[in-house]
Nanobody, 120 residues
């Protein structure tokens, strides 16, 4: 089973770009079994799906965040990265990376999550 680990700064200033990396072990991000996704949970709220990158490198984003979101990958490092631009305090959340099993379109493995706070 694959394992995922998020990394990145815990504090970002308003209007800047949030950047997080997910390192995958136990499987390749180019495998045709999974999509690789980002999800977040603001304080006191439910989970919000942000987007995913496919084994081919194509991407799909939540319509509500699409204009500010970019997900990319580094296959040599088996990592994928989230960039969220023009952040505001409303982007404060615990950010998770997770695999999506393509056959069932269900979430599989999750990272432990990383807290990101947007504040000056």
């Amino acid at each position: 089973q694959v394992q995922l680990q998020e990394s990145g700064p815990g504090l970002v200033k308003p209007s800047q770009t949030l950047s997080l990396t997910c390192t995958v072990s136990g499987g390749s991000i180019t495998t045709r079994y999974y999509y690789w996704s980002w999800i977040r949970q603001p304080p006191g709220k439910g989970l919000e799906w942000i987007g995913y990158i496919a084994y081919s490198g194509s991407t799909y984003y939540s319509p509500s965040l699409k204009s500010r979101t970019s997900i990319s990958r580094d296959t040599s490092k088996n990592q994928f990265t989230l960039q969220l631009s023009s952040v505001t305090p409303e982007d404060t959340a615990v950010y998770y990376c997770a695999s999506i099993t393509i056959a069932t379109m269900t979430f599989g493995s999750w990272g432990q999550g990383t807290q990101v706070t947007v504040s000056s």
